[in-house]
Every structure is written in structure tokens, then in C-alpha cells.
């Protein structure tokens, strides 16, 4: 097969996706690297001059990839993911909006050009967490405690961008990193980055079923095939907080392979808008569900 990855410089050096290119070159395939942050791109011919079986995307929110992955896709290209769902996701306000009218089980969402604006939520939502609209990797989370402390972080939260906030999930201070990759659930464990203080060794953990039902049904809301999905424990049961197309895969085993495996069966079959792997599960391993 010939495929098509768009990498931006934040990933070039990075094993998710450099390792898998490597192994689907090892393995006898064809693959062309484009990096749309750092080359002139001719947009009218860049998604028609080769004959790729698919178009991979692994690169920043906000990056310029998205745009050249929605071009190959409007002229009828297969795309990991589809473009159209990773648009859905890379939005946290339009990823919310999507996911509490399909019933997923997430905080209500509020969304600020500026962060003034948060001063108009109601007190009894705070403590919030703030985050921009189009961050990724943890970048600018942080927790707003109280109406009378916004004031002192708005110079903190300018210049990001659209804000999204949401009411603090009282949790333990771990977050659940849930991955989907090939129609199978793999569980991590990690310290959260709005609790540093709690000393947690990131490690795979056994899924819960109940977790498990709550992934595998963020996959067909959002139509992705390769994902994350960061859920929190909390008091009324397991709360979507984030989605992540394309994500680290960290501690999932034989990642690389894996990873390349549902990238050349997403290519083959050419589903676009409807994953591959509708029936997601759990394997038979130390990720198993209770």
C-alpha cells in the first residue's frame, strides 16, 4: 500500500508516529511524509498528486494538517481518522456540544472568547477547570477555585485563544487514559495534571466494564477508529473529560505494530465517517475489564 502521514515538527521525532512509519516501511509499504507546519503547500495539487491508498494525521490542534487532511478528504480520499471527526474532537466546545446531545456522560461546557466572560458562570459551578478550546497534551489546564480567584488568573488565561471550562469532577487525583486502537480498549493510569502533588506511576490498569461501555460508545458518537479518551471516577460513575484523535498509545502493548495494523485495515477497507472497528472490545490480557 502507499500511504500518505502529515506530521508536524512538535511529532517529528516523536515514536507515535515514527515508529509506526517505520514498521509499515519495514513491512514492504509505501510511505510519504509531508509536514504541512514547514512546507509551501500547493492546495490544489498536494491532495492529487500521488495515489495514496489513505492520508494519516498526526499533528497539533490548530496546525495547519487538519485543513490538508479535509482537502484530500472533499475529493473523495480514505483518511485516518476521518476528517470530519477529528474536526468534532480538536474543538472541545464543538466535541461537548456533540457528546451531551448523544448522551455521553460529560461536565456541562462553557465556552469564552475571553476570559472575562467566565466571570458570568453561576458561582455554584465553580471550582472549574479552564482549558483552551484547541489545547492538546494538557497544555494551559488549569483549575479556577473560586469566583473571587478568577479575577487573579485572567492574565494567566489571556491569549489562548477560545476557553472552555467545565465544573470540577471531585476525583483521587488520577486520571484514566483509555485508548482505542485495531477495535480494542487498552486502560493507563497517570498522575493528573491538575493534581502534580500525587506521586502515580503511569501503568496500564484493568478496565472497567462499565468505563469500557463508555468508550466504546465515545467512538461511534464521534466516529473515530484511533483514539483517547480521558475519563474521570467520579461520584455518580465514570465522566468523559476529553478526546484525543491519534493519541500517544503509551503503555499499550506492542503499540507500534498494533497501531500500524489498524492503520493499513482502515486504508484497505476505505470506511470513512463510520469506524472500522464498530464493535470495540477488550483483550484478553492485564487490560481485561471487572
Same mark, same amino acid.
Given at each position: ?98 457528546? +451531551?446531545? =448523544?448522551?455521553?456522560?460529560? !461536565?456541562?461546557?462553557? /465556552? *469564552?472568547? %475571553?476570559?472575562?466572560?467566565? &466571570? ?80 502515580? +506511576?503511569? =501503568?496500564?490498569?484493568?478496565? !472497567?466494564?462499565?468505563? /469500557? *461501555?463508555? %468508550?466504546?460508545?465515545?467512538? &461511534? ?70
Amino acid at each position: 500500500m502507499r500511504l500518505c502521514f502529515l506530521v508536524e515538527e512538535h511529532y517529528r521525532h516523536d515514536g507515535m508516529p515514527v515508529e509506526v512509519i517505520r514498521q509499515l516501511v519495514a513491512w514492504g509499504h509505501r510511505v510519504d511524509v509531508l509536514r504541512p507546519g514547514g512546507s509551501l503547500l500547493r492546495m490544489s495539487e498536494a491532495v492529487t498528486a500521488g495515489s495514496h491508498d489513505a492520508w494519516v494525521l498526526k499533528t497539533v490542534s490548530g496546525g495547519p494538517g487538519l485543513t490538508l487532511l479535509e482537502a484530500a478528504a472533499a475529493v473523495g480520499l480514505t483518511t485516518v481518522n476521518d476528517a470530519r471527526s477529528i474536526r468534532g474532537v480538536r474543538d472541545k466546545a464543538l466535541a461537548a456540544a456533540i457528546g +451531551r446531545s =448523544r448522551g455521553l456522560a460529560m !461536565p456541562m461546557t462553557y /465556552a *469564552a472568547a %475571553v476570559p472575562e466572560l467566565l &466571570a458570568e458562570i453561576p458561582a455554584a459551578e465553580f471550582p472549574l477547570v479552564v482549558k483552551p478550546a484547541d489545547g492538546s497534551a494538557g497544555r494551559g489546564v488549569c483549575l479556577v477555585p473560586s469566583p473571587d480567584r478568577l479575577a487573579a488568573m485572567l492574565p494567566q488565561l489571556a491569549d489562548q485563544g477560545m476557553l472552555v471550562a467545565q465544573p470540577y469532577v471531585p476525583n483521587s487525583g488520577v486520571d484514566l487514559k483509555v485508548y482505542c486502537v485495531g477495535g480494542e480498549l487498552f486502560a493507563t493510569e497517570r498522575c493528573s495534571p491538575l493534581h502534580p502533588d500525587h506521586a502515580v +506511576r503511569e =501503568r496500564q490498569v484493568v478496565l !472497567p466494564r462499565e468505563v /469500557a *461501555a463508555l %468508550v466504546a460508545r465515545v467512538g &461511534a458518537v464521534y466516529g473515530l477508529d484511533l483514539y483517547g479518551v480521558d475519563v474521570l471516577l467520579g461520584p455518580d460513575g465514570p465522566v468523559v473529560v476529553d478526546v484525543n484523535d491519534f493519541p500517544s498509545f503509551r503503555q499499550v502493548p506492542d503499540a507500534t505494530a498494533r497501531v500500524a495494523r489498524a492503520v493499513l485495515e482502515l486504508a484497505r477497507t476505505g470506511r470513512a465517517g463510520a469506524p472500522a472497528f464498530p464493535e470495540a472490545r477488550i483483550p484478553e490480557q492485564p487490560g481485561a475489564a471487572v
